[in-house]
């Protein structure tokens, strides 16, 4: 699996438990625990194999190798890999589900745009792969707030502030 | 649920004559030619839209091929849950059994009348007895009017250690069978509920014969049976 380049990508360490709502305007790894929701409209998520999260999902584009309970809505891609759990509806321009994924939800493919044509990509034991671009590179800036926070393994810590629930 | 005989009854041997499968390009994958998924594909091609149901294993092929159809694909693998160790209760005499009523308020929880077409392969054949009937009612629920479900049924012929296939739809009347393998890890749902397949893959349960799959889907409007050569028996219903 590609390890995020911490110099332009947020990272939530494997320890890091986090409840409440996350948004920003960079990418973010996340291989700790959230519960709530995540914003990062125009920039990408990466859920790390141990990364477990019940959470309502809004982003441009969204891989996932780790749990995933919640709705997922992105702009241009959502990547189930091999090892994924997810559970909850997906709406995207564009869906590559690999072999050995587990989803249980709806697909919703979404046509929006003009380049949005209808295209599910597909990474199967045959290797092939979609064309959809990756996530593009992001400037600094991610404003989060959250319930709760702990532990370690942050590269680049994002601002977190008290929510109450 | 009252226990029925027949599902007791299991004599087959395991026979591979008569085989229509090949060889397909994937690993560890067969193709066949489908009747009952041709019939289903008039369908699935005829209209814009339509709310389709996949129970099988989750198959991103199907996912593609009804996305580009313009439907919305829902995916839930009912085998793999039914295998949820959790679900596996005492009852009053002192046995395991399954808690089907558990299983039903976690799974297949749409409204009614919220799908077109609920492709159902060949769940009922390896699901735990108990559960198949309830299934069956709860998928007529969930199928709108004039709603069609595909499902898959092996004869005796096919014997006991038949394995248990996952179809992918390739073409409109061509399906790409894969193994279901067993995982050896046990997947622990973001809930903590545990989902694992059974150590040794997942076995036939019983064979259905024409009158027991008449008497499975009576609630429904009408039944068409596809004999195939491979030991299969493909039948699509109309609620």
Request: proline share 4%; with cysteine.
């Amino acid at each position: 699996m590609e390890t995020p380049k911490t110099a332009d990508v947020a990272h939530i360490g494997r320890s890091v438990v986090v409840k409440g709502e996350l948004s920003g305007s960079e990418d973010l790894y996340v291989d700790g625990q959230v519960e709530g929701t995540i914003e990062l409209k125009g920039n990408s998520l990466t859920i790390g194999p141990n990364g477990q999260l019940r959470a309502d999902v809004n982003a441009k584009n969204v891989v996932v190798h780790g749990k995933l309970e919640g709705n997922v809505r992105a702009t241009e891609r959502v990547e189930l890999k091999k090892s994924a759990v997810a559970v909850g509806d997906i709406f995207s321009q564009r869906i590559a589900i690999e072999d050995g994924a587990y989803f249980k939800g709806k697909v919703d493919i979404q046509k929006d745009t003009p380049k949005a044509a209808t295209e599910t990509a597909i990474k199967s034991d045959s290797g092939r792969v979609s064309e959809a671009n990756s996530a593009e590179a992001v400037p600094a800036g991610v404003a989060a707030s959250a319930g709760t926070s702990s532990g370690a393994g942050t590269s680049k810590t994002p601002v977190i502030e008290q929510k109450k629930f | 649920m009252a226990t029925h005989s027949f599902m007791r009854l299991f004599r087959g041997t395991s026979v591979e004559e008569g085989q229509s499968v090949r060889p397909s390009p994937h690993k560890h994958r067969l193709t066949r030619r489908s009747s009952g998924m041709a019939e289903l594909a008039r369908i699935l091609t005829s209209q814009d839209t339509l709310c389709v149901l996949d129970i099988g294993s989750t198959s991103a092929t199907n996912i593609r091929y009804l996305t580009e159809l313009g439907h919305k694909p829902y995916s839930e693998d009912l085998l793999d849950a039914s295998t949820d160790p959790s679900l596996l209760v005492r009852d009053e005499l002192g046995q395991m059994s399954l808690d089907g009523k558990r299983f039903l308020s976690e799974n297949l929880t749409y409204p009614a009348a919220q799908f077109d077409v609920v492709m159902c392969w060949n769940l009922a054949d390896y699901m735990d007895e108990t559960l198949v009937k309830p299934v069956v009612a709860r998928l007529w629920s969930a199928l709108k009017p004039g709603g069609a479900l595909l499902a898959f049924f092996h004869t005796q012929e096919a014997g006991i250690d038949a394995p248990c296939y996952r179809y992918h739809i390739v073409s409109p009347d061509t399906l790409e069978m894969q193994h279901i393998e067993a995982r050896q890890d046990q997947r622990k749902g973001p809930v903590g509920s545990t989902q694992n397949a059974n150590p040794g893959g997942f076995r036939l349960q019983r064979v259905f014969n024409n009158r027991h799959i008449e008497n499975l889907f009576r609630d429904f409007g009408s039944i068409k049976f596809f004999l195939t050569r491979d030991n299969i028996r493909e039948v699509l219903v109309v609620r």
